[in-house]
């Protein structure tokens, strides 16, 4: 089995106005494209700068399709519940004409609850609503007429529906996603049971893909992408970084792992947190011992929780792709970014 194809992330979360954050996340783009990489994931959120300030994950993915020309672009995630699944069939449709069969659908059931009042949606019935809204998205993805009608969207989806990726915390939700032949996203945000607080990540999600793996049908190709915190610096910004990184690890350890903070040290604060931070030899370290990512097919890095700056992120980007994906085998360049394109047709076994 080869290493995972290396990808981008982003929640555009810099210290900037809108229009700065989109510039950036773009230049981002473009540097991951340069640096090899096969994929980049936007995230989609609602309502305020401080979860991530982009709504529209397709307007920004259309910029990128004009600016790029190998890197596959892909939703990390649209969260269906709340969003109109026509309207967004149609918008990744567009962007997949544009940019030349290179988009990838990320979708969740999920999204941050007090944004499902203003859609007029209860965050209670998030699972009611995916469900509903995943089979009207599919159907229109797959050219079948919508809501019982004879429209079909335009233009024609050809073949995104099998580009779809299921993002989930469970078990459950892992052999759903096996089941329906899509592609699984793992998050690092992961929960930690409570029974387990102090899991690592991969503690939890090596079942998630293994439940998922056993679900596909038979020959169906695994598309499984885990999604980490890196940031690669050189040796000469290394205390620096440390330094701005500890407030943001404080609160992800807080918000997103469940670990009370007061007390723990940075490396503490690194290790609940699965972040992978330092110089090329100190990442590359950390990340040969996640298990779960030499599960993956794909594997995709964002600097968040920690604050970098824009030039940090555009340096660690280039890291990741000159240094440390060499090392760790991880899948570069044009031949990664054709095979992302195609990965939902090569069966089981064949790479």
Same mark, same amino acid.
């Given at each position: ?98 940019? $030349? ?5 990320? /979708?969740?059931? $999920? ?66 996603a096996g089941e329906s032949g899509d592609g699984l996203m793992l998050s690092r945000t992961q929960p930690r049971p409570e029974s387990a607080p102090d899991a690592r990540l991969e ?20 598309? /499984? ?15 620096? /970084? ?106 089981? $076994?064949?790479?």
């Amino acid at each position: 089995m080869t290493g995972p194809r290396l990808g981008f992330f982003t929640r555009l979360l810099e210290d900037a106005p809108p229009a700065d954050r989109y510039r950036f996340a773009l230049e981002q783009i473009d540097q991951a494209e340069r640096a090899g990489f096969a994929s980049a994931w936007i995230a989609q959120h609602h309502f305020g700068a401080h979860e991530g300030g982009l709504p529209s994950p397709f307007v920004l993915l259309a910029a990128a399709a004009q600016r790029t020309s190998r890197i596959g672009l892909a939703t990390g995630v649209v969260t269906l519940p709340i969003d109109d699944p026509l309207r967004a069939a149609e918008d990744a449709s567009v962007v997949d004409a544009l940019s $030349g069969g290179r988009v990838q659908l990320g /979708v969740a059931a $999920g999204g941050t609850p007090s944004s499902f009042a203003a859609f007029g949606r209860d965050p209670g019935d998030r699972r009611e609503l995916f469900a509903e809204h995943f089979a009207v998205f599919l159907d229109a993805l797959s050219g079948r007429g919508v809501r019982g009608t004879d429209s079909r969207i335009y233009p024609p989806a050809d073949g995104l529906a099998d580009r779809v990726w299921q993002a989930t915390f469970s078990v459950d939700g892992g052999r759903r996603a096996g089941e329906s032949g899509d592609g699984l996203m793992l998050s690092r945000t992961q929960p930690r049971p409570e029974s387990a607080p102090d899991a690592r990540l991969e503690e939890i999600q090596l079942p998630i893909i293994e439940a998922y793996r056993a679900a596909l049908p038979s020959g169906a190709p695994a598309r /499984v992408l885990a999604s980490r915190t890196a940031l690669v610096v050189d040796e000469e910004n290394r205390t620096r /970084v440390l330094e701005i990184a500890e407030p943001g690890l404080r609160h992800a350890a807080r918000s997103a792992a469940g670990v009370d903070p007061d007390g723990l040290g940075l490396d503490d604060l690194i290790r609940v947190t699965d972040t992978h931070v330092g110089t090329v030899d100190e990442v590359v370290d950390s990340l040969s011992r996640d298990a779960a990512i030499g599960a993956s097919t794909d594997v995709s890095f964002q600097v968040h929780s920690i604050p970098a700056s824009h030039e940090i992120t555009l340096r660690s980007i280039e890291l990741l792709g000159s240094a440390v994906a060499p090392r760790l085998g991880y899948e570069t360049g044009a031949a990664a970014a054709d095979a992302l394109r195609t990965a939902h047709l090569t069966p089981q $076994g064949v790479s």
